[in-house]
Each structure stands twice: as structure tokens, then as C-alpha cells.
């Protein structure tokens, strides 16, 4: 899925979009979000995924996502869950940053914020009180954090970014950037370079994760929007143990959003229905979530209640599907230069003869039907 230009092609996913961006609301409101989006491959999981990712940066949010893996879980003894916290800090991006790396960019707007408040209120900046200001300006913010978690080591590390700023100390503010990276490795490098105790690893990546969330707000963002896609990695891990250690964290953040612990947070997970209902090994094979996940008998096809933490995507209807590749079809033909020849009809036509597969109604999703209707373009193109 590409992440920019996802308008262009959106069709038949209102409901869930709304449901969405009602969370980004709640967010922004203070409150915290958990949603599981499950659907077969193909399904427009990762599209529904990155769509809202878009919608989110536009509506100054930051967001951060990354794709879980072998290397890259929820936790596990060979530091999974932090690499997958390095993942994510490296992936966040903001509106101005939409390529990522944005960490950098949002700690100096955040300084920049707080002088810039200072001069309108009259005082210099060449003025020798000017840093002492700041710096009282920097813990008065950072104490709504040191009340959380953890928090006090994150206020002591931006403090030291800014001293680092202030001072053009170009080694302390690398040093404050790698720890909120969550790249030192041992405690004694982090006390030695900036006097925290503490590092971020795989069992408090996600507190910090809740802590950046609330710096954003902070920062002068909405709140922060996590994406974690290809859940079906953790379904895959063989050893039972380090499958529930993974579920168990699952848990973690679904209570902390959903009990008020977290903060201007949306977390929201990308999951094939096996990974979620597999009674065996899927998240329904640990009770705890199952209770939380499960849907409600009451609700059906055609009533789907969309405040659950699980959407499950349907397939697109007919005319849904036509709508797709009628937008597709004309986004071929100004990438290649042509003028548009296939017609609506033979749009349907093309629907009709793919639907007519045996058993296709229940299985073709809008990944197999896009892919095969971009060969019949292309090849129309090549071989007019």
C-alpha cells in the first residue's frame, strides 16, 4: 500500500473511517483508543491502516507505525519488543515530517513554543535570565509527566536536550535523542551520558511509548495515532510461552486504553481473522483477550457495531467494486498518458467474469481483483 495519494482510490469504507476518526476525536479530547482492523489478506487492512494514517497527520497528529516480524514483537528474550519501540520512534511523522524522523523536528518546536512564549511575555532572549526561564518553563511542563511511569527520567532527558540545544552541546543532544530512541543498551552508558538510571527496554518500551504520547500534546499535536500491522507474526511464534508473554502485553495496552491509564494514544492493529479468533494460537486462545474481542452474538452482517475493538472489513459489494476501478482505471490512464477506452460496461464485465469463479463471491477481495484488472490495463496499453 502506498502512503500517499489513498484518496484517490477509497471507496465502500465509511462506516469504518468514521468509526476512525470519531477515535482521533476521543484522542484529541484526552481519552485513549484500541482497535484491532481483521479482514482476509487482501482485504485492505493495511490500506484502511495507512488511509487513516494520512487522515491523522492531516489533522496534526503525529503517528508512528511499524510492521511486526520474526525480529520486531510486542516483547521477547532477544529485545523484540524494543526493536519494535525503535521501529516506530523511527517511523514518526507529523504533517511537516511525513516521511518519518520527526522526533527531532517536534522536541525543537516544542523549545522554540516555550521562548517563543517567553519573549511575547517581555523578556529578551539575550537577557541572562533568559535560559534560567526556560528551563524553569521546561520543568513546570515536564512535571504533568513525572507524575507518570517512568516520567521523571523522561523530563530529565529533555531537560538535557535542551541544554544541549541551548549550549550547541551537539554530542548531548545525540545523546538525549538515542536514549528516547530507545538505542542505549546498558544503564551505565545512560547515567554516564546524561545521568538517567534507566533505559528504555523491552519491558517499558510501551510506557514510554504512553509517555511521548502525552509529550506530543505538549508539544502543540492532537495526540499520537500507533500502527502495528502484520499481527499475524505473533500467531506464527511456535513456543506457547513466548506466544502468551506477547498476548499478555496485547492485553496490557488494550486495558490501558480502554481504563483511562493512557492518554491522547490510538493504537490500532492490523490482524487476519485466523490470528484473531484461532481458538489454538490465535489472540482467542488467551482468554483474557478473548473476553475483551469477542463480538457481541447480538450483532450480525448488516448490524455491525462499530464502537468494538475488533472492525472486521467485508469484502467490497458490486458496485463498490466497480466504483474502485473505474478510479483506478483513470489514474492509469493519466500516469500513462492515454486517453480513457475501457467503458463501464466493460468494467462490469470484466467484475462479472471475475466474480464467476467458483467460490469467488466468498474469496475475491479488492487486492485480487485490483491486481488482475491492472494486468488487463497494462496489457491493453502494451498491445493495443
Known sequence: TPRVGLDFIVVGRKHEITALLQDLDNVKAGAAAFRVITGRYGSGKSFLLQLMRNYAMERNFVVADADLSPERRLTGTKNQGVATYRELVKNLSSRTRPDGGALKPMLDRWLNTIQND???????????????????????????????????????????????????????????????????????????????????????????????????????????????????????????????????????????????????????????????EDPRRGFYSYEALRSRLQTSSFSGEGRRDMTTPVLLLDNLGHEELVALLKRVRDLHAVHHGYEVRVTEAEIITFLETVLDRLGAAEFTTPRNVLRDFVTVLNLLHQYP
Open 118 to 276: 517567553i519573549v511575547l511575555g517581555g523578556m529578551h532572549a539575550s537577557d541572562p535570565r533568559f535560559d534560567d526561564e526556560v528551563e524553569r518553563r521546561i520543568r513546570q511542563v515536564t512535571s504533568e509527566l513525572e507524575g507518570l511511569v517512568h516520567g521523571f527520567d523522561f523530563a530529565t532527558v529533555l531537560t538535557a536536550y535542551y541544554r544541549g540545544h541551548r549550549s550547541d552541546n551537539e554530542e548531548l543532544k545525540t545523546a538525549a535523542l538515542r536514549w528516547l530512541r530507545g538505542e542505549y543498551t546498558t544503564r551505565t552508558e545512560a547515567r554516564q551520558d546524561l545521568g538517567v538510571r534507566v533505559i528504555i527496554d523491552d519491558e517499558s518500551w510501551y510506557d514510554y511509548l504512553k509517555l511521548l504520547a502525552e509529550f506530543t500534546k505538549l508539544a502543540g499535536y492532537e495526540g499520537m495515532l500507533v500502527l502495528i500491522d502484520e499481527a499475524v507474526n505473533l500467531y506464527k511464534i511456535t513456543n506457547t510461552t513466548s506466544r502468551h508473554n506477547n498476548y499478555e502485553k496485547l492485553l496490557a495496552i488494550l486495558n490501558d486504553t480502554l481504563q483511562g491509564k493512557a492518554r491522547h494514544l490510538a493504537v490500532l492493529i492490523g490482524a487476519t481473522p485466523k490470528t484473531l
